[in-house]
């Protein structure tokens, strides 16, 4: 867990602004902004550490495409961190496998996932599913 605070701290001394992009989304689904980052961190170690191609929940997606926003530093988080560039590489159609093994490699590393981030609102999650596959 030190991992990921550590995280989340450079990620957000180094791009004080990203905050201020996901506190809509924060607000709109009534979840703390810090704590949606930290699933997009983890979302990440995950990804980093899959041979298989994984899938965010919806709302990690949404925290997800705001980061990569933030095109040069997130190259170079990537890099340092996972030692790779991860892509967000859509999909046109829902694939509830690699979610699904996503949800298994986030049980196995962390334990149960929060449910209001990641399994409260399946539809939530289906319908992201042209925007959340990722190739590693």
Wanted: proline share 4%; hydrophobic share 35%; charged share 25%.
């Amino acid at each position: 867990m030190s991992e990921i605070k550590s995280f989340h701290s450079e990620i957000t001394t180094a791009i004080p602004i990203l905050k201020d992009k996901i506190v809509p989304i924060a607000n709109r689904f009534n979840i703390d902004l810090s704590k949606l980052l930290t699933e997009l961190i983890k979302y990440l170690i995950i990804t980093n550490e899959s041979k298989e191609t994984t899938s965010p929940s919806y709302l990690v997606d949404l925290v997800w495409h705001e980061f990569i926003l933030f095109t040069q530093y997130y190259h170079r988080f990537c890099t340092e961190k996972f030692g790779k560039f991860i892509d967000h590489t859509p999909s046109s159609k829902a694939n509830k496998d690699n979610f699904s093994l996503t949800l298994e490699r986030y049980k196995t590393r962390y334990g149960l996932p929060p449910e209001n981030i990641w399994t409260n609102n399946m539809v939530l999650n289906r319908d992201a599913a042209n925007c959340r596959s990722c190739n590693n």
